[in-house]
């Protein structure tokens, strides 16, 4: 019996050293570039290398101790990994929204992005500052965009006001010029955050028109203060990130995660589900929670269908006009 437990203990010790040995290697596979990354495999190799002869002749303490000091060696390193706001930005994510109040009462938004898409990649760059009063929002409205599996979607929050406009915020990663998403990546420090604020005609169109992606659009009930609240809430996140940066995380730190931690601010008892991992599955629980019109009268998949946003022509659509016509299947 104690032979089996010595047994199991061990099987267990080298199942986790090579778990740490290939979350090593992939955080040096996304922070060092080659051929530096090659010498440091090679390294990590000659070192399970030498590990396993000692396991094999029974020096468990040998191998835990080198294991330690690798590991405090490595979490130094990862420690000093810090994010930044002076890389090469891709146009679309080099500026994130900040806000300060006016002397009147309103707000002043910066940096509100409004650019016109020929393709996924090519646009007509503009940016644009704007004063609004919090007080005259009217709406909120969950924005899903899906462009690959049916279980993860882009999530984007969009504040409507009385005179028709809407503000879009939208949580991405801040990619480099040249760089591509991993969402692996984004488990070990590859991409910053940045909080978007858009034009609809914009942050929408791009996803239903230029790349293809299937977007729907669901009203949220919220009171005139949550609604208000919820707005300064991704202000206030938008400058924090403007003062220090902080990375992206593909679970803790994401389009849907960071919103929803915004909205428990201003809505009590809500409680985690597992459907805000799964961003796909999001219209769901929005249904059980009773926020969306109809909800527990209508069923979903009618609710699904009425959100669905089709691709539009915008070269002759204002602004406003264009967020008129992403609604209308709801008020049909």
């Known amino acids: 019996m104690r032979e089996l437990v010595r047994f199991c203990v061990r099987g267990l010790a080298l199942a986790l050293l090579l778990a740490l040995v290939v979350w090593i290697g992939l955080s040096l596979h996304f922070q060092v570039s080659s051929p530096l990354v090659y010498l440091l495999y090679l390294a990590i190799a000659l070192w399970c290398l030498v590990a396993a002869r000692m396991l094999l002749g029974g020096q468990w303490g040998r191998v835990l101790g080198l294991t330690v000091l690798a590991l405090a060696g490595w979490a130094l390193w990862w420690s000093g990994i810090e994010p ?63 462009w690959n599996s049916p279980e993860i979607a882009h999530t984007l929050v969009s504040f409507g006001f009385a005179d028709g406009r809407h503000i879009v915020f939208s949580g991405e990663i801040r990619k480099e010029n040249g760089e591509d998403f991993s969402a692996l990546g984004g488990f070990f420090k590859r991409y910053e955050l940045v909080l978007i604020a858009a034009d609809e005609r914009d942050i929408v169109h791009l996803r239903t028109d230029a790349r293809g992606e299937a977007v729907s659009l669901y009203p949220v009930a919220m009171s005139e203060a949550q609604r208000m609240a919820f707005f300064f809430a991704f202000l206030d996140y938008a400058n924090a990130l403007a003062q220090e940066p902080r990375w992206y995380h593909t679970i803790w730190t994401n389009c849907t995660t960071m919103p929803y931690r915004l909205v428990r601010q201003v809505s009590e008892g809500l409680v985690f589900d597992p459907r805000i991992v799964l961003s796909g599955r999001l219209p769901g629980y929005l249904y059980d929670l009773r926020v969306l019109p109809g909800a527990g009268t209508v069923p979903l998949a009618v609710l699904k269908e009425r959100a669905q946003v089709p691709p539009r022509d915008v070269a002759r659509v204002t602004s406003v006009e264009y967020s008129r016509l992403l609604r209308q299947r709801w008020r049909d």
Not at 86 to 101: I, L
Not at 120 to 133: G, I, M, Q, R, T
């Open 84 to 146: 930044r706001q002076d890389r090469d930005w891709m146009a679309e994510v080099s500026r994130g929204v900040t806000s300060e109040p006016t002397a009147d009462g309103l707000v002043r938004l910066r940096n509100i992005r409004n650019f016109r898409w020929s393709s996924p990649s090519v646009a007509v760059e503009d940016w644009y500052d704007l004063e609004v009063d919090p007080h005259q929002i009217r709406s909120v409205d969950m924005i899903m965009s899906i």
